[in-house]
């Protein structure tokens, strides 16, 4: 089993950044290509990023392009999101996710979940 856990959400201003951490903890997880996912009040879960095992390829949701980046510390069991010029529709609980080997920008084909990390913008 593979457990998730996001820190680095908070308070900021638009233009603004932040650095998402998730860590992990399990058997191959370094074989799981990884995602975040977001939520906002009254939405859907909507698909943000996600990396590959290798942290080679990655991939993003046309209303981050640009903004926000992905990487991944094998070493440290670790995934991170780099969010920068930060908008308040970016308002949202970011989770961490985790499926084995292949990318997927669909929610439901992650099996591993982390417990969430409130990101909000303000204006």
């Known amino acids: 089993q593979v457990h998730l856990v996001e820190s680095g959400g908070g308070l900021v201003q638009a233009g603004g950044s932040l650095r998402l951490s998730c860590a992990a903890s399990?058997?191959?997880?370094?074989?799981?290509?990884v995602g975040w996912f977001r939520q906002a009040p009254g939405k859907e879960r909507e698909f943000v990023a996600t990396?590959?095992?290798?942290?080679?390829?990655?991939y993003y949701a046309d209303s981050v392009k640009g903004r926000f980046t992905m990487s991944r510390d094998i070493t440290k069991s670790t995934v991170y999101l780099q969010m920068d010029t930060l908008k308040p529709e970016d308002t949202a609980i970011y989770y961490c996710a985790a499926r084995n080997f292949d990318v997927s920008w669909l929610a439901d084909k992650y099996e591993y979940w982390g417990q969430g990390t409130q990101v909000t913008v303000s204006s």
């Open positions: 399990g058997r191959s997880f370094n074989s799981h290509a």
């Open positions: 990396i590959s095992w290798s942290g080679v390829d990655s």
